[in-house]
């Protein structure tokens, strides 16, 4: 004759449920932990992404500013086309309209600077030929984009 304990044992086994109880949390341990990997990894992708996008502004930022500076470049250029010459204001002053759209695009704390020096050429045969280099500046506040120093410049010289 078999003993109460053992029949209850033979009884859980056919059912399939004779683990021992002290096995029962072992599982929800288990998702409790994959559960947080889970989230520290999600955590690291969020991260990630947020990181991405700060660089792709900044990147924008920078590619608004190189557009502004050739737009500046074109706007000396045809004003020495046509007059030959460049006046000692327009040596030094940035274009209103391109200073508000330079601010439009890039913060009210953007700001363009220009300095152009002029060099003659002395040609054996012939009159003296005035060339012109401009460096153009731009400078920004990139404190969104990157961290650290959030001032931004980038000057381009150009010779007319």
């Known amino acids: 004759m078999k003993t109460p304990d053992l029949m209850q044992f033979a009884r859980l086994k056919r059912q399939g449920r004779a683990t021992p109880r002290r096995q029962r949390g072992v599982s929800l341990l288990e998702v409790l932990i994959a559960m947080l990997i889970l ?5 690291g992708l969020i991260a990630m992404q947020m990181a991405t996008l700060r660089n792709n502004q900044s990147a924008f930022d920078r590619s608004r500013a190189i557009m502004a ?19 000692d204001a327009s040596m030094t002053a940035f274009p209103s309209e391109q200073l508000t759209d330079l601010k439009a695009n890039l913060g009210q704390s953007a700001d363009g600077a220009i300095a152009c020096t002029e060099t003659t ?3 054996v045969l012939g009159d003296d030929i005035s060339r012109y280099t401009c460096a153009i500046t731009i400078t920004w506040d990139d404190s969104l ?5 959030s001032s931004q410049s980038l000057t381009t010289r150009v010779q007319l």
């Open 69 to 87: 500076v050739y737009s500046v470049a074109d706007i000396k250029r045809t004003e020495y086309l046509d007059t030959g010459e460049l006046t």
């Open 121 to 123: 050429l002395t040609p």
């Open 145 to 149: 984009g990157l961290e650290g120093d």
């Open 39 to 43: 989230a520290f990894g999600l955590l």
